[in-house]
């Protein structure tokens, strides 16, 4: 079965400062990878999604993903933090039938 | 074009009741996957439905149930209500169900058991 696991509960950076959000991943085959980020009483919005190709993805926000095979990673990266990023991100993976399966996410608080 | 909406955004029930929740989808999207939030267990995947048949089915107990109407509207209903089932539920949809299809997300229904 497949499973996501995101290492970070709760991240604190300071706003300009860079970022990484942890997520491994277990899949047998080539994964679907997507990041959303949810902010409170709000549903997710997708910022980025790997399906084949390019290993490095752009998506909305400034944000950026890697998806490294070898380290069944897919890690979540912004060169510098706003402070309207602070939210709660998920990462999830998607099999081939359709099924996603979501990490318990990675609260990002910004400090001024 | 409108976002993916539910119906009721907030909603109490007590023990033993049951509740349906409505999501309606983007217009031309064909599958509607619904999602139980809740903080000691996460986002869990519940079914999907596609073209009002039910594709996928995650691990939960049978008093959880759904369906969708020919305009690809969906609802979910859950029976004798327990206090667990106190959660945000979301519902989500896609053109035409592919993993390649970007998923996109309504608010959420959050239901509280007491």
């Known amino acids: 079965a497949q499973s996501v696991t995101q290492p970070d509960i709760h991240i604190t950076v300071s706003e300009g400062a860079s970022l990484e959000l942890r997520c491994n991943y277990s899949y047998g085959a080539t994964p679907y990878l997507f990041w959303y980020v949810q902010s409170p009483g709000q549903g997710l919005q997708l910022l980025l999604k790997y399906f084949s190709g390019d290993t490095l993805v752009q998506g909305i926000k400034g944000f950026e993903a890697e998806f490294k095979r070898s380290q069944s990673s897919f890690n979540l990266r912004k060169p510098s933090v706003h402070w309207s990023d602070a939210a709660e991100y998920f990462c999830?993976?998607?099999?081939?039938?359709?099924?996603?399966?979501f990490g318990d996410g990675t609260t990002l608080t910004v400090k001024p | 074009k409108a976002g993916v909406t539910q119906t009721p955004r907030y909603l109490i029930k007590t023990r033993g009741q049951q509740v349906t929740l409505s999501c309606s989808p983007i217009s031309g999207h064909r599958s509607v996957s619904w999602y139980q939030q809740t903080p000691g267990q996460g986002l869990q995947f519940l079914f999907e439905?596609?073209?009002?048949?039910?594709?996928n089915k995650g691990n939960f107990p049978g008093r959880f149930s759904g369906r969708q109407f020919s305009n690809s509207r969906s609802e979910m209903n859950v029976s004798t209500l327990e206090l667990g089932d106190s959660a945000l539920y979301l519902c989500?949809?896609?053109?035409?169900?592919?993993?390649?299809?970007?998923?996109?997300f309504g608010p959420g229904t959050r239901l509280t058991v007491l």
């Open positions: 989500a949809s896609k053109k035409q169900g592919e993993g390649t299809d970007t998923q996109y």
């Open positions: 439905y596609f073209s009002e048949t039910q594709r």
């Open positions: 999830a993976v998607e099999d081939t039938a359709g099924k996603s399966t």
